[in-house]
């Protein structure tokens, strides 16, 4: 009787492998399909890729969300899922694969594609922004920087669609994208795949779609598994020690990846469906004011608002980017204040930081800079807790019958994004805690929440029937939203 064959190291890994994979759901064809091309998957990922499989069933989900904080491997585990196990199931698949435009995108695509598409037939195009397998699946690389530019992929047909950082998105884009979900392949079941941080302009309606029905153990068309940092034994430790180190609602969110950190919330009564406005007949306002927040690595952002006869302050436009010139931002302002037929000086103010008006080693000073551009910069109110208090005032209280006097556009999106993330500052609960933007993607940061709070601390109150106080206690901060 000959003597049993002695496993190898790699014999032993593959069967750990299959015995993961089978623990967490997945159908032995997905299994041969991962591990037949060398795609080795961690358990979370491998229940994110049964979740996926889900999707074939009559009455199975529809979309597919993976992760919530920051380094579980998400990315790895939907390319893996489209490309290794969808495209290759069935021929001649159509995938639009969205991501969000960062650092090094194309470098960070085609490192997956190398890693993850080894063993599999392919035609990369870069340029053209796709990659077709020997059996005709193709995915659609598309790339977003704006909400807008989502638009050049609609009225087409996908059958699986992917996206990247969810919660970039609006609820009204995430719609239109859907649209566009549809096949004419019999046996296939058309699909949603994405994954995201926490926070952003979409942070509210994911949670509801996704997050909320699973803590609520309620049936929907939505799966989402929960993956975080302590699920990726490959990440590099310098990151994970970073992500341990966080405190507050930072390490709730980015490390645990809980939604739910609005506990420490500042601007507690801020409701999209109040104070998010889409459509606006300029020719009301009989005020203009300018903000600015500079920075050079952070952003820097310019804020317009127009406020009403009847004192509302409506934030109409936004502009955000960083590493750009003074000369290259003021020509922004000036395009932006262009479509209003309006000039710098038809502003009553452009408020902006101290930082602005400090001196340079070589004696000169940003406002010098933008003065010489032809934009006129005012010293902005710098009592943060003051003008905080006012943001929180001018928010009002709509759900207690509280109207409010301050409304963002659709259009604002960085604002909108940072005015419900924004957290008490732990030793001065007065004041809002700095949030600085993500060293993983240069994400998030509170310019432009500073930026209005320049807006709204430096207005001495225009049409306003009441002003708040030069100095506001806790105390009195909290009666205005109680009575």
């Avoid at 050049?152 to 859907?178: A, C, F, H, P, R």
């Avoid at 957290?423 to 600085?436: F, L, R, T, Y």
């Amino acid at each position: 009787m000959a003597a049993p064959k002695k496993l190898s190291d790699f014999d032993r890994a593959g069967i750990a492998a299959f015995g993961a994979a089978r623990r967490a759901g997945c159908p032995e064809d997905q299994i041969r399909n991962f591990l037949g091309r060398g795609v080795w998957l961690q358990p979370k990922q491998l229940e994110f890729a049964a979740a996926c499989r889900d999707c074939d069933k009559p009455d199975g989900p529809i979309h597919i969300g993976l992760g919530g904080s920051r380094g579980p491997g998400k990315t790895h585990a939907i390319i893996a899922q489209m490309g290794v196990d969808d495209c290759q199931r069935f021929p001649g698949l159509k995938v639009l694969f969205l991501r969000k435009v960062a650092k090094a995108n194309k470098e960070q695509f085609n490192d997956f594609r190398i890693k993850l598409f080894g063993a599999l037939k392919h035609n990369y195009r870069e340029q053209r922004g796709d990659l077709e397998f020997a059996n005709g699946s193709k995915i659609v690389i598309g790339h977003f920087k704006d909400e807008k530019d989502i638009d050049n992929y609609l009225g087409l047909e996908y059958d699986e669609i992917v996206i990247e950082e969810l919660t970039t998105l609006s609820y009204e884009k995430w719609k239109n994208v859907l649209s566009c979900l549809r096949t004419s392949k019999e046996g296939w079941r058309p699909r949603t795949y994405a994954s995201w941080n926490w926070g952003g302009v979409g942070h509210v309606w994911v949670k509801q779609v996704f997050y909320d029905p699973v803590v609520e153990k309620r049936p929907t068309n939505t799966r989402f598994i929960r993956s975080t940092v302590r699920d990726n034994r490959f990440v590099n430790k310098e990151y994970r020690q970073y992500l341990e180190s966080l405190t507050g609602w930072k390490r709730k969110s980015w490390l645990d990846g809980d939604p739910n950190f609005q506990a420490g919330q500042f601007f507690t009564t801020w409701n999209e469906k109040y104070h998010i406005i889409r459509g606006f007949d300029e020719r009301k306002v009989v005020r203009w004011y300018g903000g600015l927040d500079y920075g050079w690595t952070h952003p820097t952002v310019f804020l317009l608002a127009g406020e009403m006869s009847n004192g509302e302050l409506i934030f109409l436009d936004e502009h955000s980017a960083s590493q750009m010139t003074v000369a290259e931002h003021s020509s922004c302002v000036f395009a932006m204040l262009r479509q209003r037929q309006l000039m710098p000086r038809d502003l009553e103010f452009i408020a902006a930081g101290r930082d602005c008006f400090s001196k340079k080693e070589d004696g000169t000073t940003i406002y010098d800079s933008y003065s010489a551009e032809g934009v006129e910069l005012t010293p902005a109110e710098i009592d943060r807790i003051n003008g905080w208090a006012k943001m929180l005032q001018r928010l009002g209280d709509p759900d207690r019958g509280i109207k409010p006097t301050m409304f963002v556009h659709e259009r604002c999106k960085e604002l909108i994004s940072q005015i419900p993330l924004a957290q008490h500052h732990e030793k001065k609960p007065e004041d809002v805690e700095k949030m600085n933007a993500s060293p993983e993607d240069d994400s998030g940061g509170d310019d432009a929440l500073e930026c209005a709070r320049n807006i709204v601390a430096t207005n001495p109150g225009g049409g306003m029937k009441f002003c708040a106080p030069l100095a506001i206690t806790s105390w009195a901060q909290q009666s205005l939203l109680t009575g």
